[in-house]
């Protein structure tokens, strides 16, 4: 903030100091002659040499003032020089000051009176033109209109009588008026100045907020654009798979259709879960839990996941991981991982992908190594943006939303772990991530969901609440395969007349977070706890992923369900709640 201040200061600075640069400039040759009267006029009165002299000096300060002007008004304008070069203007206008002050003493003690006036006057006269000067730059005035001034003002009270010390009263006060309206115009230029280069800088702004604006309008038209192709893409394949599934005439066609129409659901859900960790980023909701991890097991396990892939492309898959303690999130570093290891299996064509460990001085260095097609240096900072993805030529039609590292890019900034790019048109790309040393002795067991082992749901009271009937009946058939007691209701309304005829008391409200009509499941459930009189497990199912809404429901105490919910992650979930509620009852 104070270096901002400072070069809106230099600026302004910068631009006062031009036009009174220009002033200087053209005042040479006026000052010149102005110098030359008094020689010329005072020649009768004042001793010869001494007049030349001053004469003399006074032409060096001018060619001293003009040279000066001229190398400002030429050079290129740099604010972190500007105070040098108003200190040496200002250092030129003392030099005058002084010369014209001893003037005044100088010429003025043994001419004739109407002589003493012609200098006095001038001097004044020139005193109060610098006001013009010092309206830009304020040491002009002050360095020489007062010092002028003063030398007349003694001068005048040298001569001990009533009538000029009423002159030099007169023109102190005159001084004083003059220096008090200098200051205000001074301050009035500055203002104006100022002004005009916070208009430009709000403009400037303006433009870029547009640019910005208009980015983001772009960005969410190629987003919308992606993820209308990439989720139709799989859709398209579910819906041809469950057309043939109808006309199937053995259980061996459906069962050999069984793994595509898995493989789709699938790619549907890695492009939500894509999203979903996005709108957690944005939202500022992801909870970062660091620990002391044992990382070689960690890269060991993740990279483990993509040797079928890496298989598939004839890629080899290497790991060289040396048993090394860090201190992260290892939640995070699983997913960051993950991506870094898909990207580079998605655009490596020949060659393999080595995932490395290595101990530092600053840390621990995780890198991704691949033999891809590489990345322009040029481009280093457009692959870690949304919806920007890297050209390939390895025919993959399913490359996603370009989301991948950019997940990387905010996850690894919300750890505070070091993220680098380092690549080779042709040759291939190296990810390296700069993790935190950890300690061996400190090291806990990685987290794991606590699961419990009957899976069986007979007879368990459930209460569905969802203003979709679909999803509705949906749920109800399978929480009724899994031999649940189901009560479904599309609002809280007719839950509560529901349960009042049945009689039934729920252990476990599974409800939708958006009810319609500004209603949720969030009230929902805590009117049923409340009607109740007892905390009843709650689960939301919710397919937002607006910023605003996440955080809402991160603040709550409810166990939260991302559509789409698979049907395991939905029984596992509930199997834990029930187990919770029965251990705390």
Not at 56 to 72: C, D, E, P, V
Not at 404 to 427: A, E, F, I, N, Q
Not at 517 to 544: C, H, M, S, V
């Amino acid at each position: 903030m104070k270096q901002t201040e400072a070069n809106s200061y230099q600026r302004v600075d910068l631009e006062a100091l031009t036009p009174a640069y220009n002033m200087v400039r053209m005042s040479t040759l006026p000052s010149l002659l102005s110098s030359s009267l008094v020689v010329g006029v005072m020649w009768p009165q004042v001793n010869h040499t001494l007049l030349l002299a001053w004469g003399m000096l006074i032409a060096l300060g001018l060619a001293m003032q003009h040279l000066l002007a001229k190398a400002f008004l030429h050079q290129e304008k740099k604010t972190a020089h500007v105070a040098r070069w108003g200190w040496m203007i200002s250092a030129v206008y003392f030099y005058f000051g002084l010369l014209w002050s001893s003037a005044i003493f100088m010429f003025t003690v043994n001419a004739a009176v109407e002589y003493q006036f012609f200098l006095i006057t001038l001097v004044v006269t020139l005193s109060m033109g610098t006001i013009v000067a010092g309206q830009y730059w304020f040491p002009m005035y002050y360095l020489y209109g007062p010092i002028t001034l003063m030398a007349v003002i003694v001068r005048l009270l040298m001569e001990g009588e009533t009538v000029y010390y009423a002159l030099a009263v007169l023109l102190l006060l005159s001084g004083l008026g003059t220096a008090s309206f200098a200051r205000k115009l001074h301050n009035m230029v500055r203002t104006e100045i100022r002004y005009r280069h916070e208009s430009e800088f709000l403009h400037k702004a303006l433009l870029q907020k547009a640019e910005e604006a208009h980015q983001a309008v772009q960005d969410k038209s190629k987003f919308l654009a992606a993820a209308s192709h990439d989720l139709r893409q799989p859709l398209h394949s579910l819906t041809l798979f469950f057309d043939i599934l109808k006309e199937a005439n053995s259980d061996s066609e459906r069962k050999m259709l069984h793994p595509k129409v898995d493989a789709s659901l699938e790619a549907m859900r890695k492009l939500f879960d894509a999203l979903l960790d996005m709108s957690h980023l944005e939202a500022r909701v992801t909870q970062v839990d660091i620990r002391h991890i044992e990382l070689s097991r960690l890269v060991k396990d993740i990279t483990n996941e993509f040797v079928p892939d890496a298989e598939h492309k004839d890629l080899k898959l290497r790991v060289y991981a040396q048993p090394l303690a860090v201190h992260t999130d290892s939640l995070l570093l699983e997913r960051i991982l993950r991506n870094l290891l898909s990207n580079a299996l998605r655009y490596t064509i020949k060659g393999g992908v080595l995932v490395s460990c290595r101990s530092r001085s600053r840390g621990v260095l995780l890198q991704v190594w691949d033999t891809g097609s590489g990345i322009p240096e040029e481009s280093y900072d457009d692959v870690f943006c949304e919806f920007r993805q890297l050209d390939s030529n390895n025919g993959n039609s399913n490359e996603g939303l370009g989301l991948g590292l950019s997940l990387v890019s905010r996850m690894s900034k919300l750890l505070d772990h070091p993220l680098s790019l380092k690549s080779v048109v042709g040759k291939g790309t190296t990810f390296s991530l700069l993790i935190p040393h950890g300690n061996s002795d400190q090291i806990q067991l990685p987290r794991t969901e606590s699961l419990p082992q009957n899976w069986d749901m007979s007879g368990r009271r459930i209460l569905v609440i969802d203003d979709k009937k679909d999803i509705l009946l949906a749920t109800q058939a399978l929480l009724s395969k899994w031999r649940c007691e189901v009560l479904t209701a599309e609002s809280l309304e007719e839950a509560l007349e529901l349960l009042q005829q049945s009689h039934m008391s729920p252990e476990l409200i599974l409800s939708d977070l958006n009810l319609g009509y500004q209603k949720n499941g969030i009230d929902a459930i805590d009117a049923l706890r409340e009607r109740f009189q007892w905390p009843i497990p709650g689960i939301l199912i919710t397919g937002d992923t607006a910023a605003a809404q996440l955080k809402t429901i991160v603040q709550g105490k409810y166990e939260i369900l991302q559509k789409p919910v698979r049907p395991i992650h939905l029984r596992a979930v509930i199997q834990t709640q029930l187990v919770h509620s029965s251990q705390t009852e």
